[in-house]
């Protein structure tokens, strides 16, 4: 790391704001002052943001927002954009400066750094070759391919040549795989070998194989050799005519020096994500270059202070998140290349293996490679809690400044925590009281609704503020706003990097029965912003239960109490109850099944399953297994349950439909004439058993 004299620090929102006043002759007596702006004024707000970032564009923009409409907002139109193009413009700078790209580690503590002009080089490699392979703007990538600086080669020369990529962590099973890559027709496969977590080697050959066979839009294979398997007889064998990705990336001549990704309308497809609801196939989200890129800056920079490795005020920053391909924290880790910081990547198991537990693991590895912005899971978190984890016996940790979280809320005792073993090590101001940037958001929409603010107060347990740009409010039944109580959380107004549309979604049904038909169109919609037809369509609704400020305390911070629907929320981690379903009742012994997630105001994630199996079947060991198994393979190992319960029959509406979420609420202490109506179900008379078992629960924990 390149070493320079520092100015004394400044907050990145304390730099934008004085920049407002510099340049545009506003200020703000109070953030939330700021925030109304911002949330009200949305062309200027906006702007302010292109203006702030020095987007650029070789056609001007000819409004901001020039259709203020939920869904369909229609951002910057005349505008092009390219996430690639935003990356490589910090080429020369940045290495100028002497510093990495990516710095990579993986279980086995191989590392990997990845220079700027090294990045280019590979980028336009692999997209020459995607071209020549014939991928046009458009197509579809999809990728199976773990946490690694490969991924985002592959990731950034997809979309430098207009095509659409999606990707998938590779511990998930096939058929978890094919209900998102089946949706989106893919052209290219860009796959690996396998992978290693909780030290032990994971050969995926297979599942490739089984992709390839069962989506026939692909055209072409790259397979990266992760475990070195490729290349040799056993690939081979299970995957024809595939193509060495070490080869994909090896080119170096006139044409890899000269290309430029292109030049693509501000909202033209970026990535397909997916985030699953309770009843059919995971959702294929849709986002755009433009949105996505200017949303991820404003988060990224300004409200999560990591700024730009080689500016004088960041100088050197190390940027880490952890996460898997599988979670939107991987796009959010890859979006610091935006604006030239260095990303710092970790592939495997952060709490060590099964045999040999180890939570010390992943600050071991920021310790030993510096890094400034140190981010996981709120689950990792508490982990390290309960472990006994001491940072004292970690190494330097002295370049940390900040701790991030998301995923689910942060529990006070665990933020407590880490601010006291901070406190017990530190060799920086910062480090006497760390920061901690404890976030909400949403694979949705490719960014955060409630994050962090460096100069506003710290309350364990709650999240700062809501970001800029975001209408968030919390709606009380009666879908009206309210201070200091639980509510939906909304947003009142379009951001950019809203969903575009989802993939096979015929007249958007399902984009709107997902985020917008909760409340009547029109329905607490904000004034000010664009151009708003007489439909505005209605706000987001996202699922979430929210408390903006607390009148007990006086704060103004906001809580995220877990999901308001029956979406599984493990470790960070969303999956659709029916993604489970399909799962467990493919078994010939299982009827029927039920699962909910108690993951709720900072509590551990708690989520047990109900299971009704043939007659003259019995849920013994043996039977767990079977059921775990078939969710191992099919999901994940992170999806499965905390304990497995017999039942005669799951509680199911009038409709045939089951009732996850008056048993979740059932299960978190409501009162069961207040979570649901008798007369509206099909079996009532099953309800004694789940009200038994409610009191059981509660009592325990």
Not at 10 to 36: C, E, H, K, M, V
Not at 392 to 401: A, E, M, Q, W
């Amino acid at each position: 790391m390149s070493e320079t004299p520092t100015p004394a620090f400044i907050p990145q929102i304390r730099l934008y704001q004085n920049w407002l006043r510099d340049t545009r002759g506003l200020s703000f007596d109070s953030y939330d002052a700021l925030w109304r702006w911002s949330t009200t004024e949305l062309d200027a707000f906006w702007q302010s943001i292109w203006d702030y970032f020095d987007l650029r564009s070789p056609t001007p923009h000819t409004a901001v927002l020039a259709k203020n409409v939920m869904p369909g907002a229609k951002w910057f139109p005349g505008a092009q954009a390219n996430y690639a193009q935003q990356v490589l413009r910090h080429v020369g700078p940045a290495h100028a400066a002497g510093f990495a790209a990516i710095i990579s580690r993986n279980e086995k503590g191989q590392q990997h750094e990845l220079s700027w002009p090294e990045l280019r080089r590979q980028v336009a490699s692999l997209a020459l070759h995607l071209r020549e392979a014939g991928v046009k703007p458009g197509d579809r990538v999809a990728a199976y391919l773990p946490n690694i600086p490969e991924t985002m080669v592959a990731f950034l020369a997809t979309v430098s040549i207009g095509a659409v990529w999606s990707v998938c962590a590779p511990d998930m099973g096939t058929n978890a795989v094919l209900d998102r890559f089946r949706q989106i027709d893919p052209v290219v496969l860009i796959a690996c070998d396998g992978v290693t977590y909780g030290g032990r080697d994971f050969d995926r050959l297979g599942v490739v194989a089984e992709m390839r066979a069962a989506l026939p839009t692909l055209r072409h294979v790259i397979l990266h050799r992760n475990l070195g398997h490729a290349g040799d007889d056993k690939s081979s064998d299970l995957i024809a005519d595939y193509y060495p990705f070490a080869l994909g990336i090896a080119r170096n001549d006139a044409k890899v020096a000269a290309f430029e990704p292109l030049w693509l309308p501000f909202d033209h497809p970026l990535w397909i994500v997916y985030s699953s609801g309770t009843t059919g196939l995971p959702k294929p989200i849709v986002h755009g270059h433009g949105g996505t890129v200017i949303v991820a800056l404003a988060l990224k920079i300004i409200h999560n202070d990591v700024g730009c490795s080689y500016h004088p005020n960041n100088w050197g920053e190390r940027y880490h998140w952890y996460s898997s391909t599988g979670w939107v924290m991987w796009n959010a880790q890859t979006s610091g290349l935006l604006n030239g910081t260095t990303c710092v990547i970790f592939d495997g198991n952060p709490g060590g293996s099964k045999e040999k537990p180890d939570w010390t693991t992943l600050w071991r590895f920021g310790a030993e490679l510096g890094v400034t912005f140190f981010g996981a899971g709120a689950a990792f978190f508490a982990n390290c809690l309960k472990a006994g984890v001491d940072l004292s016996t970690c190494g330097d940790l002295s370049k940390v400044r900040a701790l991030g979280t998301t995923g689910s809320p942060l529990s006070p005792e665990a933020q407590q925590w880490g601010t006291a073993q901070f406190a017990a090590i530190a060799k920086t101001e910062a480090q006497q009281d760390i920061w901690w940037c404890n976030i909400s958001g949403g694979t949705d929409f490719a960014g955060a609704f409630i994050g962090g603010h460096r100069e506003l107060p710290q309350v364990p347990g709650e999240m700062q503020c809501r970001l800029m740009g975001c209408a968030v409010e919390a709606w009380n039944d009666a879908g009206e706003p309210v201070l200091g109580e639980v509510g939906e959380l909304v947003c009142a107004q379009p951001i950019p990097s809203m969903p575009l549309y989802f993939v096979g979604d015929t007249n958007n049904a399902r984009l709107l029965s997902s985020y917008f038909e909760m409340y009547p169109p029109g329905h607490g919609r904000k004034p000010g912003g664009g151009d708003r037809p007489a439909d505005a369509g209605g706000v987001w609704r996202h699922g979430d239960w929210l408390r903006i400020g607390n009148p007990a305390t006086g704060s103004t911070g906001c809580v995220i109490f877990g999901r308001s629907d029956a979406t599984i929320n493990r470790h960070g981690l969303r999956m659709g109850t029916s993604e489970l379903y399909s799962a467990v009742e493919a078994l010939p012994e299982v009827l029927d099944s039920m699962v909910v997630d108690l993951e709720y105001l900072g509590r551990e994630s708690y989520m047990p399953l109900f299971v009704v199996l043939r007659e003259g079947q019995a849920l013994d060991e043996a039977m767990r297994a079977t059921i775990n198994g078939a969710i191992r393979t099919a999901l994940s190992p992170r999806f499965l349950p905390n304990e497995i319960f017999q039942v005669a029959e799951i509680p199911r509406t009038l409709s045939g439909k089951k009732q996850e979420l008056p048993i979740k609420k059932l299960l978190l202490g409501h009162p069961l004439e207040k979570v649901l109506n008798r007369e509206a179900m099909a079996n009532p008379g099953c309800l004694a058993w789940y009200e038994a078992f409610a009191a059981q629960h509660q009592a325990r924990a």
